[in-house]
């Protein structure tokens, strides 16, 4: 995937990714009639910016508590050294664990937060006994319950 580095977006691209970020599944059709572009120039436009790496990717969004995983919780993860390979290899495991959402690498105490949704207490411990403290480069962890989440904004304005 490429990257952006302070990529200049004009107003059709800040156009085309509000309207994205408003419905993600409208047809490229409505799209550029909704913006007054040609069906052709707004397919280009959209291909260009994901070949940019402005546009990551497409998702949807499951509700974890439908699916059977009704507990979210925060996991703090502290490490006892940073060496590059060693905090690239966790930063890899935590990622890959069942039932981890995402995964931040965070500057401050704690080293990581790991995002995860569960079907319980009991899987949650197990998470941090079986996939997390189980790596000698792993200090400590802390672990907080979301309660609730909520989007923010985002990056455009809606």
């Given at each position: 995937?490429?990257?952006?580095?302070?990529?200049?977006?004009?107003?059709?691209?800040?156009?085309?990714?509000?309207?994205?970020?408003?419905?993600?599944?409208?047809?490229?059709?409505?799209?550029?009639?909704r913006?007054?572009?040609?069906?052709?120039?707004?397919?280009?436009?959209?291909?260009a910016?994901?070949?940019?790496?402005?546009i990551?990717?497409?998702?949807?969004?499951?509700?974890?508590?439908?699916?059977?995983?009704?507990?979210?919780?925060?996991?703090?993860?502290?490490?006892?050294?940073?060496?590059?390979?060693?905090?690239?290899?966790?930063?890899?495991?935590?990622?890959?664990?069942?039932?981890?959402?995402?995964?931040?690498?965070?500057?401050?105490?704690?080293?990581?937060?790991?995002?995860?949704?569960?079907?319980?207490?009991?899987?949650?411990?197990?998470?941090?006994?079986?996939?997390?403290?189980?790596?000698?480069?792993?200090?400590?962890?802390e672990?907080?319950?979301?309660?609730?989440?909520?989007?923010?904004?985002?990056?455009?304005?809606?």
């Amino acid at each position: 995937m490429a990257r952006t580095q302070g990529a200049a977006l004009d107003e059709v691209d800040l156009a085309l990714l509000a309207a994205l970020l408003d419905d993600a599944e409208i047809t490229n059709k409505a799209l550029a009639h909704r913006l007054g572009l040609a069906e052709s120039t707004c397919a280009h436009r959209i291909r260009a910016l994901r070949e940019r790496g402005v546009i990551r990717d497409t998702r949807i969004r499951v509700d974890e508590a439908a699916l059977g995983y009704p507990l979210q919780a925060i996991i703090k993860v502290r490490l006892a050294n940073h060496t590059g390979p060693k905090v690239t290899a966790l930063f890899d495991a935590l990622a890959s664990i069942p039932r981890v959402l995402q995964v931040f690498h965070v500057a401050g105490v704690d080293d990581f937060l790991v995002h995860v949704a569960v079907e319980d207490a009991t899987a949650l411990r197990d998470i941090v006994l079986e996939h997390i403290t189980i790596h000698p480069v792993v200090r400590g962890t802390e672990t907080q319950l979301v309660f609730e989440l909520r989007d923010g904004s985002g990056m455009l304005p809606r």
